[in-house]
């Protein structure tokens, strides 16, 4: 037997509504922002995510699939979204477009690293970005689209954490600062973090290393170095995240993963799944569109993962509006009966309501059985009986009750629809 590669799932078909259900909400709610969805292709060339993901990261120094293709080129399956999309709005001239563009995508990624709770080595990522807008309203706008979709999805135990890093004029000052807090440390960090220290401090702020965790805890935070610009911004999101009634905390330790992100970050923490609790994460990433070869362009958004926000909400009892069940199941008895089921089933799928008729040549038992485990709401029962009297017998399955009408298509569409409005 072959088994799955370590890391991945199967989404089973009992299992698949429960997708279905977040993804017309995260759906609903980006059309509501006027967001439009975007796709990109699963591997791009890997000199994108060199550029815009940066080489200091974990993702790019470990945790990225590569992979020479058969024209000798380096590819990569996307181990984030965010940078596919830059590359397409600079390739397709989105720039020219009224901006600022609003965009969504449902999008798998992949990263080799140690499974988690809702991180596997392939899940999905619901991603959100704005480009064009430098205002501090549109972070608000990108924060309060993710607390909208947490609303409307019932997940309350949630915590909001933001954050700025600032912009590389004072990025640079507070870097120096960072550089000399952490210099006579340097025996304590991890070989990862000894390497950083010269090439981008501001990473080991991230560090999941215990070691280098306990070191940052007194760091400098990046708040305090702040340009005015970037101070104004940042007191700006503040008073515009209370201005909707949205709660959030400062939070000087999030910098977040990647290396494109100046100004503003933030991460949504659950406290339903353990310590791997970040449900949504992102910020603003002003310069990722210059770094991939376009233009200066102001950027910002947000990945959620979908695994994680699924355990979420299992794990709050929340029923995903019920597994899919069929309208009607028509059960016939008889060769003959057999041979009506397919076009009477045609008819009713026609107008509307699905239908399943049987396949297996069961008893009519083991077919009224079947049934009730699909949860049908009306089985359609034709015997010989009916057939000579040109009638069907209709069950309905929650109440038991059980009428006789007219074996055509149109008057059983009508009757069992009316029972089941």
Known sequence: MINIPKGTKDVLPFESYKWHYVENIVREVARLFGACEIRTPTFEHTELFLRGVGDTTDIVNKEMYTFEDKGGRSMTLKPEGTAGVARAFIENSLFNRPQPTKMYYITPVFRYERPQAGRLREHHQFGVEFFGADSWQADVEVISLAKTIFDKLGVKELQLNINSIGCPKCRKEYNAALKEYLASKIDGMCATCKDRLDKNPLRI????????????????NTIDYLCDECKTHHDNVCKGLTSIGLDYTVNPRIVR???????????????????????????????LVEQVGG????????????????IVLD?????????VVSDVYIAPMCDEARQLAMPLAKSLREKGLSCEYDLMDRSFKAQMKYADKLGCRAVVIIGEDEIKECRASVKFMYSGEQESVSLDGDTIYEYISSKLS
């Not at 702020?205 to 400098?220: F, M, S, V, Y």
């Not at 290396?259 to 339903?272: G, Q």
């Not at 233009?295 to 993962?305: E, I, L, N, Y």
Request: hydrophobic share 30%; proline share 3%.
């Open 315 to 323: 794990k709050l009892g929340h029923t995903f509006g019920g597994e």
């Open 257 to 287: 993963g990647l290396d494109y992100y100046t100004r503003t970050v933030f991460e949504f923490i659950s406290t339903s799944i353990g310590a791997q609790g970040t449900v949504c994460g992102g910020g603003r990433y002003n310069n």
């Open 205 to 220: 702020l991230d560090c999941k290393e215990e070691g280098c965790k306990e070191i940052i805890k007194d760091a400098p």
């Open 295 to 310: 233009k200066p362009t102001s950027a910002v958004g947000f990945g959620m993962g979908l695994e994680r926000l699924i």
